[in-house]
């Protein structure tokens, strides 16, 4: 590893003055991995009252909200953009009643002590000044080259200590690709319930890490009985046969295929609200499954049933307004595929908005690569609205009601009263624009208006 300088510089502060100081955690794994590293956490036995003053007196400026008695003094680099750098003292942890956060620290000059609090091996792992890598547990440097992800000491203790720690290494596997160790993964089922005691914030904030990884749906796959804590209908996917010639795997495995199917954007993580349809398209599936006499599966309004429950998650797990929007929306028109002509393609558009039926083709083109042979024919089908949308882009149509040449201050003008009418013109006007039964002309849409409302 090639230590920056504003990292090293800091090292350099604390080890002059005769304290042990190292990187430590993620940046020392992304080393030995031959990965970009974009963050770096130090860790010394200079208490925090001493690191805040060495940096104070280096020209550091340092804050103290509130992190001082967990051992966390952070500081801010004002020769270098404002950089934070945060310094926490080597320490134990004892007793963590609520299962997330220790009830008190205990400050040590030991750097084993300090791993055995830590989470995983491959993060228990130092680097110091000199560049030298200490792996205090014996088996970090092992474990990474291994692609192993093992708890420090007894998996059970550290899953006990802090439940988020389960969804961390599931996340870990979603994004390094690595193999969660047998006896951790067995901890990680056995404290699964754990997980109702986290907040709904870093659920989300982890989930979503593990699905938008390159290897996010294996880790879902590996590990469904802890994610089915937080999304009980994917245990139920497992196995399920559709009974469709459409479909040539169980629905756990089609919802999965369709999640590894959807590419990942230039930050190498794929789309959120994509990547949570991708979940959830088909999740109300077996809800509303039937088997006629023939001994084939149907599951009409699949999409509306798979709605009620992606609504029911979004809540759940707090999503923003506009993230459960798109989710909902894209689990609901998933299936749904206008004729491939402009005026259809248009009105379609006009539903959904331009941004958000771009993600919808991504996730039906997913969707319908992680079905049979025979379920690929829909490809074609798909292809053919996507070249009419793009015939469409290239000719800059008016789409939605903010592109009309007409506002509803207008239609207000001609006399309308205020209130929902005023919406409902608009959007007649839209629908004859965009099936070019009218032009995008302010004096003619004044005069269609006029007429056909009665207005003055």
Partial sequence: MIIPAYIKKVLNILADAGY????????????LRGVDINDYDLTTDAVPEVTASLMEGAGYKVIDNNSFKFGTVVAIDTDNGNEKIEITTFRSDLGYGDARHPD???????????????????????????????DPTGLGEGDVKAGLIRAVGDPGERFGEDALRILRAVRFEAQTGFAIEENTALAM???????????????FCELTKTLTAPFGPRAVRDNLEVISVIVPELAVQ??????????DRDLLTHTLDTLDYIPVNEDGAKDISVAYAALLHDIGKPEV???????????????????????????????????????????????????????????????????????LFVLQKA?????????????????????????????????????????GK???????????????????????????????????????????????
């Fill in 20 to 31: 042990q100081v190292c990187i430590v955690g993620g940046a020392v794994r992304d080393s």
């Fill in 104 to 134: 008190e620290v205990s400050f040590t000059g030991s750097i084993e002590k300090d791993a055995a609090r830590r989470d995983f091996t491959v993060n228990a792992l130092y680097m110091d000044v000199d560049g030298n890598i200490k």
């Fill in 189 to 203: 089922k056995d404290c699964a319930g754990l997980l109702r005691k986290i907040s709904a914030e870093r659920i």
């Fill in 238 to 247: 497992k196995d399920f046969d559709q009974r469709s010639k459409y479909h």
């Fill in 289 to 359: 499954f039937t088997v006629d006499e023939y001994g084939c599966g149907h599951m009409k309004k699949h999409a509306a049933a798979g709605v009620k429950i992606a609504e029911r998650i979004a809540d759940e797990l707090k999503f923003s307004k506009m993230l459960k929007h798109e989710v909902t929306e894209l689990v609901l028109y998933h299936d749904s595929f206008p004729p491939a002509d402009k005026k259809s393609v248009k009105k379609f558009v006009s539903l959904l908005g331009f941004e958000l039926v771009q993600k």
């Fill in 367 to 407: 969707d319908i690569l992680a079905h049979s042979k025979l379920g690929l024919a829909r490809l074609e089908r798909l292809k053919g609205i996507v070249n009419v949308y793009e015939q469409i882009l290239e000719e800059d149509p008016c789409m939605s009601v903010d592109r009309l040449e007409i506002t």
């Fill in 410 to 456: 207008d239609i207000l003008d001609l006399g309308c009263p205020e209130g929902p009418e005023v919406g409902k013109i608009m959007q007649d006007v839209l629908d004859k624009v965009m099936s070019e039964e009218l032009s995008n002309s302010r004096e003619e849409i004044i005069d269609y208006v006029r007429r056909v409302f009665d207005l003055k």
